[in-house]
């Protein structure tokens, strides 16, 4: 993550802790036009990992970023490959669902709507925001296209089950309940 100290709404440093306190470990080089050297200390007391002022040149930069990225132990037991919810998990490695242990073919654009339905599971998620993130459609195209698959996707992990997973939210989009 490369933050800046001077963001529009927060500052660099009250984000970092807000990472650090979700336990996100994630490298951390902050990139700012604050240099003093008691800028430097708290930014690296602050739980950042490198610190780079501005101006800078940009191969300093990038042999920071890939000394971090050495630096860093891969933590797999943090890379999410499986979503559950209810009865119904998806594994993404495998790039299979079973609802009650029942395997569910999917097909390729079903899967990815599911997966996005699934990891914002509690939120509503809004048509547009599927258009944008399923269909990679930045506009909106006038069709029913989004209904379609939430419809079919409804039919191959709802059918046969007591209990519905994909709820619409009347007027505003559909939500998974987490």
């Known amino acids: ?7 529009p709404h927060l500052d660099g ?6 990472l650090r306190s979700s336990n996100i470990t994630t490298p951390v080089l902050f990139l700012t036009a604050l240099g003093s050297l008691e800028d430097r200390v708290q930014g690296l ?11 800078f040149a940009f191969s300093e930069l990038y ?13 797999k037991e943090n890379i999410e490959t499986k979503i559950k919810c209810a009865d119904l998990e998806m594994d993404l490695i495998e790039r299979s669902v079973r609802r009650a242990g029942q ?4 097909q390729p654009t079903e899967f990815r709507l599911l ?13 547009t925001m599927l258009l944008e993130t399923v269909w990679d459609f930045h506009f909106d195209p006038k069709t029913n296209v989004v209904e379609t698959h939430i419809s079919r996707l409804r039919a191959k992990i709802d059918r046969g089950f007591a209990t519905e997973i994909i709820k619409t939210i009347r007027g505003a989009g559909y939500k998974i309940d987490a």
Do not use: C, F, Q, W
């Not at 996005?116 to 509690?122: E, S, T």
């Open 63 to 75: 042999a920071r970023v890939h000394s971090l990225a050495r630096r860093a132990p891969l933590n």
């Open 1 to 7: 993550i490369i933050l800046d100290r001077m963001l």
């Open 115 to 127: 997966e996005y339905l699934l990891k914002n599971a509690g939120r509503i998620v809004t048509r």
């Open 45 to 55: 007391e602050s739980g950042g990992d490198d610190y780079l002022v501005k101006p």
């Open 103 to 106: 395997l569910i073919e999917l």
């Open 13 to 18: 440093m009250s984000l970092l802790k807000l």
